[in-house]
């Protein structure tokens, strides 16, 4: 691994007390895990610790990037934010990495003034700033990354791309995590569908859910709808359409879903964070975007490549498009000579 560093940047990597701040959803955490790790091997032996919220703390807990994870990051109360930015100081960290780059971000910098630690984030004043005007229009991983390259931190010929290949051996793969716990044998296709009340530019239709999974089931292969409260309703439709189809909506837990994406022959669905979970986890994926939500922004990343379908309204593309696509990935040929 060759490191570029810039002289003007400062030595960073001998500071034993570092920070990482992340306090966006599950979506912008598993892309922001992709920088962590590169923030891990960089800072080899120092002692790291995440500032991020409830909701990620748990997958947070378990990864092998941190030594120390804190899930207050988000207080509301103008004490509670006094006291936060008290425990920061108090901390003594060498180095921070705000990952979030926010408002709320900036106030906590400012906070530790007059004597801020060294800090990697879009705020004038930071030892090392990156300051990039058009970095809200980046997909968040080029963003990360050209921020950590303005800290030294860039890694000749090495993209960053989420990988959550770890949560399998941290939890030593009990039987939990393996698709016959489900009842799922042999081949099989994730469905991540948005629930009904998302706007029709944003979500692929039920009835289209339900033709694909009963050509996926033609096919020899097993459709597995996945998904939150939200998609209870189009997660039973499809099972009564399709007999063979395994709907388990709510079931999972999170390190679940990442353990069965990590095992499916495809993910197919609209633009949830249980997406960009499965291409984390390695699942080649194909998912739907639309043309007026800036998809080139909104597209996950993983080592299994994904693919994206787009139109101004998701609910036009059509079935056979996606059939086809299933069909040239070879997840129908791979199931027939299973």
């Known amino acids: 691994m060759m490191w570029r560093k810039s002289s003007q940047k400062g030595e960073l990597s001998d500071a034993k007390r570092v920070l990482v701040i992340q306090l966006g959803g599950l979506a ?52 509670a934010i006094t006291g936060l ?9 060498e180095m921070i990495y705000d990952l979030e780059g926010s408002n709320r971000t900036n106030n906590y910098f400012q ?10 984030g879009p705020i ?14 980046l997909n968040p991983l080029d963003r990360y990354a050209a921020q950590l390259e303005s800290a ?15 949560v399998r051996s941290v939890l030593r793969d009990p039987p939990r995590l ?41 096919q020899g292969v097993t459709p597995v709808v996945l998904g939150g409260p939200d998609e209870r309703a189009i997660g039973a439709a499809i099972a009564k359409a399709e007999p063979s189809a395994k709907n388990i909506v709510t079931r999972p837990d999170l390190f679940q879903c990442i353990g069965l994406a990590e095992r499916a022959s495809f993910a197919v669905g609209d633009d949830v964070d249980l997406m960009h979970a499965a291409a984390a986890a390695g699942a080649p994926c194909l998912v739907f975007l639309s043309t007026l939500n800036h998809p080139e922004r909104a597209t996950p990343r993983g080592h299994g490549g994904v693919v994206a379908l787009t139109a101004a309204v998701i609910a036009d593309l059509p079935v056979e498009q996606v059939d086809a696509q299933l069909r040239n990935c070879g997840v129908y040929r791979q199931a027939a000579t299973a």
């Not at 091997?41 to 120390?68: K, M, N, R, W």
């Not at 930015?85 to 960290?93: C, G, N, S, T």
């Not at 906070?111 to 990697?120: A, F, I, Q, T, Y």
Request: a positive charge; glycine letters at 8%; one cysteine or more.
């Open 28 to 79: 912008d955490f598993i892309a922001a895990l992709a920088a962590a790790k590169r923030i891990r091997d960089f800072h080899v032996g120092a002692h790291i610790t995440l500032l991020t919220t409830e909701a990620t703390s748990e997958l947070a807990s378990q990864c092998p990037y941190f030594d120390a994870v804190m899930a207050d990051g988000k207080p509301k109360e103008p004490q």
């Open 85 to 93: 930015i008290k425990r920061l100081r108090a901390a003594k960290y």
């Open 111 to 120: 906070g530790l003034r007059p004597w801020p630690p060294k800090w990697s």
């Open 124 to 137: 004038q004043g930071a030892s090392h700033p990156y300051l990039d005007g058009n970095r809200a229009q």
């Open 152 to 166: 030294g931190l860039g890694v000749e010929g090495a993209p960053l791309v989420p990988d959550l290949s770890w």
């Open 178 to 218: 393996r698709p016959d716990y489900f009842g799922i044998h042999g081949r099989f296709v994730l469905l991540l569908p948005r629930g009904s009340d998302a706007e029709s530019n944003r979500r692929w239709p039920e009835e289209k859910y339900l033709d694909l999974a009963q050509r996926i089931a033609r």
